[in-house]
């Protein structure tokens, strides 16, 4: 089983920044990958980006709408993943959810999932 914690959620200002961290716990080797989906209320939830965890160098891949703006890095010793979220806007209002499992853009491909932890941007 795997435990996944997330944190640094909160309100910030359009054009501001925030850094997600997400704790892993429990059997790490079990998974390949972490990623972070986000869902909006009313939405179904999309994904934002992942990375791979086994390798020396941690492959990305992420959403066209975060490109540019979001980088997700990790640090292997400290079972963490981290979402650093720059230049946000209201549509990346949302509760982000840390996943642990293989690396893929689709939900279905994570079997371990945070409780999430909510993102608010005003305008």
């Known amino acids: 089983q795997v435990h996944l914690v997330e944190s640094g959620g909160g309100l910030v200002q359009a054009g501001g920044s925030l850094r997600l961290s997400c704790a892993a716990s429990g059997r790490t080797s079990s998974y390949s990958a972490m990623g972070w989906f986000r869902q909006a209320p009313g939405k179904e939830r999309e994904f934002v980006a992942a990375i791979t965890w086994s390798w020396s160098v941690g492959n990305t891949n992420y959403a066209d709408s975060v490109k540019g703006r979001f980088t997700i890095s990790r640090d292997n010793a400290k079972n963490t993943v981290y979402l650093e979220m720059n230049n946000l806007k209201p549509g990346d209002t949302a509760v982000y959810y840390c996943?642990?499992?293989?690396?893929?853009?689709?939900?279905?491909?994570?079997?371990?999932w945070g409780q999430g932890t909510q993102v608010t941007v005003s305008s």
């Open positions: 996943a642990a499992g293989l690396f893929g853009t689709a939900s279905g491909m994570y079997r371990y």
